[in-house]
């Protein structure tokens, strides 16, 4: 059974930095594209920054290319997400989610960890 | 960045009805060398992740009633549940993944009337 689990949210200063992991199992890590939704209190869902396939190329959202960071470590079976420059509006809930085999589109989620971005 | 546009915002059915759900993108999510649409949809219960429900505009994902269908090509989609039950009640979402970024459609309120 695929399992996904995110760790590292929480409450930070505007300008901070966090690290989210997304421990996965049930399935063969490494071949897979993985990626970082996130969801504002209330609102739709924004794609962050992914994956693409089982390859290493690495794909971010306007909004936190220069600021975030991806990235896997196929050994530990983890995908992290590396945030800096906090800001306000980058509060949300972020899942993890794997592709499916056929597509780039999300057929496992985690239950996502809350990022509060506040002073 | 390819916009996908939902319609309507919110919608009541009643059991047992129709419920159709559209979606605009402002270019074409149709890969012409595979002829396959880049297009999938998601549904989201409160407290919960989204779960898959279609991708390539009309494959359903396994597992997932067949009371739900996709249809559209280029740029119009269409979500239908042929017959309503109360478990569908959730926000629906399109999203694109022709191009990075992968954009999502703002959502539709699905509701029992």
């Known amino acids: 059974e695929v399992q996904l689990s995110e760790f590292g949210g929480g409450l930070v200063q505007p300008g901070g930095s966090l690290r989210l992991s997304c421990a996965a199992s049930g399935f063969t890590f490494s071949s897979y594209g993985m990626s970082w939704v996130r969801q504002a209190p209330g609102k739709g869902l924004e794609w962050v920054s992914g994956?693409?396939?089982?390859?290493?190329?690495?794909y971010y959202a306007d909004s936190v290319r220069g600021r975030f960071t991806i990235s896997r470590d196929n050994s530990k079976n983890t995908l992290y997400l590396q945030m800096n420059s906090l800001r306000g509006e980058d509060t949300a809930v972020y899942y993890c989610?794997?592709?499916?085999?056929?597509?780039?589109?999300?057929?496992?989620w985690g239950q996502g960890t809350l990022v509060t971005v506040s002073s | 960045d390819i916009v996908m546009t939902q319609s309507p915002d919110s919608l009541a059915v009643s059991l047992g009805e129709r419920a159709t759900i559209n979606c605009k993108s402002s270019l074409s999510v149709l890969y012409s060398s595979n002829n396959k649409n880049y297009l999938a949809w998601y549904q989201q219960k409160p407290g919960q992740p989204p779960k898959l429900l279609i991708y390539w505009a009309s494959t359903r994902e396994s597992g997932v009633p067949d009371r739900f269908s996709g249809s559209g090509s280029g740029t119009d989609f269409t979500l239908t549940i042929s017959s309503l039950q109360a478990e569908d009640v959730a926000v629906y979402y399109c999203q694109q993944y022709y191009i990075t970024p992968y954009t999502f459609g703002q959502g539709t309120k699905l509701e029992i009337k």
């Open positions: 989610a794997k592709a499916v085999a056929a597509a780039d589109v999300f057929g496992h």
């Open positions: 994956f693409s396939g089982s390859g290493g190329a690495t």
